[in-house]
């Protein structure tokens, strides 16, 4: 149940950091069946796709490293629903696949723009 609680707080720390960006959120946990995107936003024209990573501690491989191709995938195959279902173009609109990584206490945020 931590771990739920824990992830929960990280995506709320994500949204918040995004927003002080100057993004604006549309949507969070955005889930169909096969995938799951942690917040959808808009920078400018960018449709923005952002997984969130929580760890305590990099010790044992750098947050970053964690994200699986497969996962890259799931998130892609998600993003591309939400732009269907909303009659965006995929073909025309500007995308980018962010990673937000929250690492340690007291927390560290690292943004990676353009993840995958």
């Known amino acids: 149940m931590q771990e739920v609680v824990t992830g929960k707080r990280a995506e709320l720390l994500s949204a918040e950091f995004l927003k002080k960006n100057n993004l604006t959120i549309i949507?969070?946990?955005?889930?169909?069946d096969g995938g799951e995107v942690d917040i959808i936003a808009?920078?400018?024209?960018?449709?923005?796709?952002c997984e969130v990573k929580f760890r305590d501690?990099?010790?044992?491989?750098?947050?970053?490293?964690q994200i699986q191709p497969q996962q890259c995938r799931r998130i892609r195959y998600?993003?591309?629903?939400y732009l269907l279902s909303n009659n965006i173009d995929e073909h025309t609109a500007a995308i980018r696949f962010d990673v937000i990584a929250i690492v340690g206490?007291?927390?560290?945020?690292?943004?990676?723009?353009?993840?995958?």
């Open 27 to 32: 949507c969070k946990n955005y889930r169909i």
């Open 78 to 81: 998600t993003a591309r629903h």
């Open 105 to 116: 206490q007291p927390t560290k945020i690292e943004w990676f723009k353009d993840a995958f």
């Open 57 to 65: 501690d990099e010790s044992f491989a750098a947050v970053i490293e």
């Open 42 to 49: 808009r920078d400018g024209h960018y449709w923005v796709f």
